[in-house]
């Protein structure tokens, strides 16, 4: 009777430890950008500072 209910025990923890594993790795490598609703195209030309590079991408509400 008590093997049995350690057993029991034993198999609601790994499954509890299951869904937790799961469901952090769904959070750590899930994606983390939202879908766009159009694509989006940037020109930068080469040589850009990022000064200019982040105005540029905060003009086309790539940035937001």
């Known amino acids: 009777m008590r093997s049995s209910r350690r057993l029991g025990l034993a198999a609601v923890l790994l499954l509890l430890g299951g869904l937790a594993i799961g469901i952090g790795g ?7 950008t939202n879908p766009y609703d159009a694509p989006r195209s940037v020109f930068l030309p080469q040589g ?3 000064d200019a590079a982040i ?10």
């Open 26 to 32: 769904t959070v750590v490598f899930g994606p983390n």
């Open 48 to 50: 850009a500072s990022l």
């Open 55 to 64: 105005d540029s991408l905060d003009r086309a509400n790539v940035l937001a």
